[in-house]
């Protein structure tokens, strides 16, 4: 799982860029979107990662990296078929592609966006894509004595 701080950057990036045109919701909030929304819409997944220890040095001088993945999921009106979605996750692959992003704490880059590959969702109303975004967090971390 990302930490909140990834997961909000990307978010915030999203929102930027596509916020205007698409509501961004988190996954969380997917059952009540489904019922609710009623145009295209994007949902964030946060599907997770890992911690590495990069070096060891002194106590306060130690890096970490936290590899990960995000999913953005396109969800469209499914009486369009697949294509919108499509569009939609084009436009989310180009908001977050070879993007270093602006954290409080370290670094913050993605390493890869895949291609929009068919979603989790095609329940006769909602059709969806999902677009995959592999990111690199690197940040110093004192370790306990």
Do not use: C
Request: net charge negative.
């Amino acid at each position: 799982m990302s930490s909140t701080l990834v997961y909000d950057a990307v978010k915030a990036r999203l929102v930027d860029q596509l916020g205007g045109t698409y509501p961004i919701r988190d996954w969380e909030e997917i059952e009540t979107a489904l019922q609710r929304e009623t145009a295209a819409w994007i949902s964030i997944e946060d599907s997770g990662g890992a911690n590495e220890l990069n070096s060891v040095g002194s106590p306060s001088s130690n890096w970490v990296t936290d590899n990960g993945f995000i999913d953005v999921h396109a969800l469209v009106p499914s009486t369009g078929g697949l294509s919108p979605a499509r569009v939609v996750a084009e436009q989310i692959r180009t908001a977050l592609m070879f993007q270093q992003f602006t954290l409080t704490e370290g670094h913050l880059r993605t390493l890869t966006v895949e291609p929009p590959d068919t979603g989790y969702i095609h329940n006769g109303l909602w059709h969806s894509m999902r677009v995959t975004m592999n990111y690199s967090h690197q940040y110093a971390r004192p370790t306990a004595a």
